[in-house]
């Protein structure tokens, strides 16, 4: 740890970077903090006293300075007022040397041994590689090894009090939240303990200075003493804070004996409960960056007994009771509330339908809804404590089945439904529900969806002559609304066209759904129309018009009506097409029968007046193919005479 060592007196000493090398056998440090002043130096002296009672720090046993032994005999050091040298074996008698005082403090040694000289090497290449260590000096940021640099830079102020976003040079393109919480004084417990670890006389009444407890965000959960140490915990963010480490000074003292320890990680689950939730209330910042907040919330395996579990733990018990009965859930409307005050539904819901819809159609109690920005993990975290409770699939689809909900205001919202339900429509294994009868399908001249029971398609080649026919059919019967596929098809083309993977995607799930409600092709257009004419002659007072319309629109559709077709004859009854009846086209039909035959079996001349559903000549042609059943001649009937002679 030399270089931790020496990075920590430079950082002591107000550095704001340090520059390490190793030059024909010689290892040079040297920062730009300030001189030594008597009493520092004085320190500096005594191996095995610290004048620095703060126990943040690297080391607090006094052996900074003095580690530099381990890589040669002497150890020269120079700044702009001193210029001594110390010898191992008089360590603390420092030997003034002839040279000219330096612009910065330096510290410098010959290496012994080929062997100190690869382990130094090591403890560099260590630095370069994972530099999150500078992050905890107060001052330090930047580090030159050779003629490589590592540096921590600001990248603004944090969403909070006491944070900071911050780059390494290593990434520039990621950031880590720096967060500090305050300093706090220890409690007796702890001062008890540490008087004990650094052998302090009871009768030593000096008191312990306040200390801080800092969480990095974007880092794995391992714990510092401003250098890492062995315990890497599940936690979201790095932590560091004086903790006292174990003998070894690999690992920490385990929290279950050490009650500093202790308070320190419930003091890092404490700052990351009020990080998270002044976070969540900054009302000035995008949603998308208030949902960040929640990459704070630990999700720890409490069962966990080693010391990296116990640390996890301790950290999300601490949290946990900060945030009991707080306002603690972003909305889609970006308040926060509590938790039993807020829903999730799942974001692609909220690509077909708004939040209040969604809000109103799934959840009974019509409560508001989970961010859209909160990624899935941290949905599933929130889910896990049990902050917030989930509307799950199963009950979409049963609400879907259920009711007849609105039409979303675009096509496009349209296929994102059908997409997030297509492997549920489509699922054909034997133990998985059937979903066919969801109501999804979008009709003519409705506004709510129906499901694929409930309504036909009609070709493109089979389009009604209005609006208004539309409306009227669907008084009797829903037509799939023919712009639905004609959307399709066109999101087909366009996908083809721009390359777009996700469009494809979705245009393959809705024509899966298509095909499997049997929707893909038209539905016969005859059993369509008698479908129609048998709910409206179900009613005996049926106006003649509209007898006279329904004929117009099988006309339209090339229909071939049933037997049990009705026309309205020239006596102003219904009766059914089975009964023989003429269309006299000529208007001459009288002539040939009487005036009873007439009345019964002749089409009532109204048939021919105004073309509302159809044009003339669809009529006419319609007439002239048989699909009518009607006869543009009296029907001839065999009769046989006997003639003798």
């Known amino acids: 740890h030399v270089v931790s060592e020496l990075l920590q007196n430079a950082d002591d000493a107000g550095a704001t970077e340090a520059d390490v090398r190793i030059a024909n056998g010689e290892f040079v440090f040297s920062h730009n903090g300030n001189d030594f002043t008597k009493d520092e130096f004085a320190s500096l002296c005594r191996f095995g006293y610290s004048n620095k009672r703060s126990l943040h720090t690297i080391g607090f046993r006094g052996i900074g300075f003095k580690s530099t032994f381990s890589l040669g005999d ?12 110390f010898l ?28 100190c000289q690869k382990e130094i090497e090591k403890n560099l290449a260590d630095w370069l590689a994972s530099p999150a260590s500078l992050l905890f000096f107060d001052s330090i940021r930047r580090l030159r090894v050779g003629d490589r640099e590592v540096r921590w830079d600001s990248a603004g102020e944090g969403p909070v009090p006491g944070s900071t976003w911050m780059t390494c040079s290593a990434e520039p393109g990621r950031k880590y939240l720096l967060i500090r919480s305050q300093d706090e004084p220890f409690p007796p417990e702890a001062v008890e303990e540490i008087r004990q670890e650094r052998m302090i006389s009871s009768d030593d009444e000096a008191a312990f200075p306040p200390c801080r407890v800092e969480i990095v965000l974007g880092m794995e959960g391992r714990l510092f003493v401003i250098l890492p140490t062995g315990v890497k915990t599940k936690l979201p963010f790095a932590c560091n804070a004086p903790f006292i480490q174990d003998p070894a000074r690999v690992k920490i003292k385990d929290p279950e004996t050490s009650p500093t320890n202790r308070w320190l990680l419930k003091r890092a689950g404490e700052l990351a409960a009020s990080a998270m939730l002044q976070w969540l209330v900054r009302a000035d910042l995008p949603a998308t960056e208030r949902c960040q907040a ?15 579990g116990s640390c996890g733990t301790i950290v999300e018990e601490a949290l946990g009771e900060a945030i009991v009965e707080r306002e603690v859930l ?22 077909v339908w708004t939040a209040e819809q969604v809000s109103a159609f799934f959840d009974q109690a019509s409560r508001p809804l989970l961010s859209r920005h909160i990624t899935v993990d941290d949905r599933k975290k929130l889910s896990n404590w049990n902050l917030v409770s989930q509307i799950d699939k199963n009950h979409i689809l049963d609400v879907l089945e259920e009711k007849h909900l609105p ?21 054909t294994n034997y133990f998985g529900k059937s979903r066919r009868s969801v109501r999804i399908v979008p009709v003519q001249s409705k506004d709510v969806l129906y499901s694929a029971d ?5 070709g493109e080649k089979r389009l009604l002559q209005s609006e208004d026919d539309w409306d009227f059919l669907s008084e009797y019967l829903l037509v799939i609304n023919q712009n639905w596929p004609r959307y399709l098809a066109e999101q087909r083309r366009k996908a083809d066209e721009e390359k777009n ?43 003649l018009e509209d007898c006279i319309r329904i004929s117009q629109i099988a006309a339209k559709l090339g229909a071939t009506v049933t037997e049990q077709f009705q026309y309205v004859t020239q006596d102003d009854l219904r009766t059914a097409v089975d009964q023989k009846i003429v269309v006299d086209l000529d208007g001459q ?8 035959w007439y009345e019964e079996h002749v089409l009532h001349e109204d048939y021919g007046q105004d073309f509302v559903s159809c044009s003339q000549l669809e009529w006419e042609q319609w007439i002239a193919s048989g699909k009518s059943k009607l006869l543009d001649f009296i029907p001839l009937q065999n009769s046989e005479q006997r003639v003798w002679g």
Not at 90 to 95: A, D, G, K, M
Not at 510 to 529: I, P, Y
Request: aromatic residues 8%; contains cysteine.
């Open 74 to 85: 002497e150890v020269q050091l120079r700044t702009p007022t001193l210029s001594v040298s």
């Open 330 to 351: 972003l909305t889609e409307n970006e308040t926060v509330v509590q938790s039993d005050q807020c829903v999730a539904a799942p974001s692609r819901l909220l690509s």
């Open 294 to 308: 929640y990459s704070l919330l630990p999700d720890v395996d409490r069962d966990d007994n080693t010391i990296e």
């Open 88 to 115: 191992r074996e008089r360590f603390s008698e420092p030997v003034w040397i002839d040279d000219d005082p330096a612009l910065d403090t330096r510290v410098s040694v010959e290496i012994k041994d080929q062997f």
């Open 407 to 427: 039409r979303p205001e675009s096509w496009r919202r349209l296929m994102s439904l059908w997409a997030y339900v297509a492997d549920d429509v489509c699922k």
């Open 501 to 543: 993977e996700s469009l494809q995607t979705a245009w393959e799930a809705a024509q899966r759904v298509l095909a499997t409600l049997n929707l893909g092709d038209s539905s016969d257009v005859s059993r369509v129309v008698a479908a129609v004419a048998e709910k409206a002659f179900a009613n005996d007072e049926y106006p």
């Open 589 to 596: 039909l009288d002539l040939f029968v009487d005036d009873q």
């Open 454 to 458: 409930e309504v036909v398609r009609l």
